[in-house]
């Protein structure tokens, strides 16, 4: 039995079509914090649970049975630490045999602030006598490819990225990443840093807009005070501003860059190019 948490967000969703490629859907759990999201996917023979990262009590059964998990990091920065931790307290005592988590790439190093959560989440699964995978996720190219109407109206990508080069990867990339741990052999203590074949500077990615639409789009870098000022002008809560605005001098520092190809490796195709990424965000 192999149970996902998160099942009914974005990647949740992309790790359970691909599961069903290969596993029956009687195998396969969504543990989803509102069941009544996941109705189309009870409805194609997949097991629905409710668990909620912050109701330790409903874990329990959610788990039950399960031979492997995959924890998808929680979406509430600043609370992942103990909600994780939750989690792998309750795969104990399911006696879960092997947990994939969904960490951030190169978590041990990483320029980032959100990477302090992952590597508190990677120690609790340490410290917890689990077997383990890390699945160490790069920048979805989504992530980007969402302020493209912006980026269209205004003619400008803003950030503070440099010419810190991004490998990102398509959202289901990571999740077909996922899929492959979760239905191979032998992944107990590996660590994978997963990220796109290719990289590309945030003036590449204007351009690359540009080239696409036909329309004049550049890139503004920005001091991380003045990016996270105008995040905040067009309504990103304080949070979000400063975690976006942080990320992308990361970026610069090298924290979302990797040339490894593990990605790729792991999922047996090249990785989603920047250019389908733009032509799919424009098409939408």
């Given at each position: ?105 190169h978590a041990d190093a990483s320029p ?143 924290g979302l860059f990797d040339d490894s190809h593990q990605l790729s ?20």
């Amino acid at each position: 039995m192999i149970v996902v948490t998160g099942a009914s967000g974005q990647l949740g969703r992309l790790v359970i079509e691909a599961l069903l490629q290969t596993v029956p859907a009687s195998q396969v759990v969504a543990a989803v914090r509102n069941p009544a999201k996941a109705g189309d996917l009870a409805a194609r023979g997949v097991q629905v649970r409710q668990a909620d990262y912050s109701q330790p009590a409903t874990l329990d059964a959610a788990f039950k049975g399960a031979d492997k998990l995959l924890l998808i990091s929680s979406s509430e920065v600043g609370q992942r630490a103990a909600q994780h931790r939750a989690v792998i307290e309750a795969a104990q005592r399911a006696g879960v045999k092997l947990v994939a988590y969904t960490s951030i790439l190169h978590a041990d190093a990483s320029p980032l602030g959100l990477a302090a959560e992952h590597q508190e989440t990677e120690a609790l699964l340490r410290a917890s006598g689990l077997p383990f995978v890390l699945l160490r996720n790069g920048w979805y190219t989504e992530n980007y490819a969402g302020g493209i109407p912006a980026a269209l109206a205004h003619g400008v990508v803003l950030g503070s990225a440099g010419a810190g080069r991004i490998a990102s990867a398509a959202r289901a990339d990571y999740a077909a990443a996922a899929a492959a741990v979760l239905t191979q052999a032998d992944q107990a203590g590996r660590i994978y840093e997963l990220a796109g074949d290719g990289s590309y500077t945030l003036a590449e990615f204007a351009a690359e807009i540009a080239r696409q639409s036909g329309k004049a789009v550049v890139y503004q870098d920005l001091p991380e005070a003045d990016y996270k000022a105008a995040l905040l002008s067009v309504g990103l809560p304080e949070g979000l501003a400063g975690l976006l605005a942080d990320s992308d001098v990361g970026a610069s520092r090298g924290g979302l860059f990797d040339d490894s190809h593990q990605l790729s490796q792991l999922i047996g195709r090249p990785t989603t190019p920047l250019a389908a990424s733009v032509s799919a965000a424009l098409a939408a």
